[in-house]
Nanobody, 121 residues
């Protein structure tokens, strides 16, 4: 099975930057869509960004121009560079990998354990 390990979360002041990393094992990541989702207290889980095997990217409107998603298939790793962070970005961030063509409810959809990002002065 696919196992995901996340790192890079923490506490940062408004306007600061963080880079999240997610490294997987147990599968061939070149055929997977990779992405990041987040969930703030009292809110639904929401898409942050995704990147396909062809490196097509998709971003939530709230993070466009501030966040950048990238992938390194040789390292089985997906990154999320977060700049100009705002208090509203505070959330638990989850790494996600999904086999191309699989639904979110599929057994071929996998999640990391989550890493906390807190933006506060």
């Amino acid at each position: 099975q696919v196992q995901l390990v996340e790192s890079g979360g923490g506490l940062v002041q408004p306007g600061g930057s963080l880079r999240l990393s997610c490294t997987g094992s147990g599968s061939i990541f070149s055929i997977y869509v990779m992405g990041w989702y987040r969930q703030a207290p009292g809110k639904q889980r929401e898409l942050v960004a995704t990147i396909t095997s062809g490196r097509t990217t998709n971003y939530a409107d709230s993070v466009k121009g501030r966040f950048t998603i990238s992938r390194d298939n040789a390292k089985n790793t997906v990154y999320l560079q977060m700049n100009s962070l705002k208090p509203e970005d505070t959330a638990l961030y989850y790494c996600n990998v999904r086999r191309s063509g699989a639904a979110m409810t599929s057994v071929f959809n996998y999640w990391g354990q989550g890493t906390q990002v807190t933006v506060s002065s």
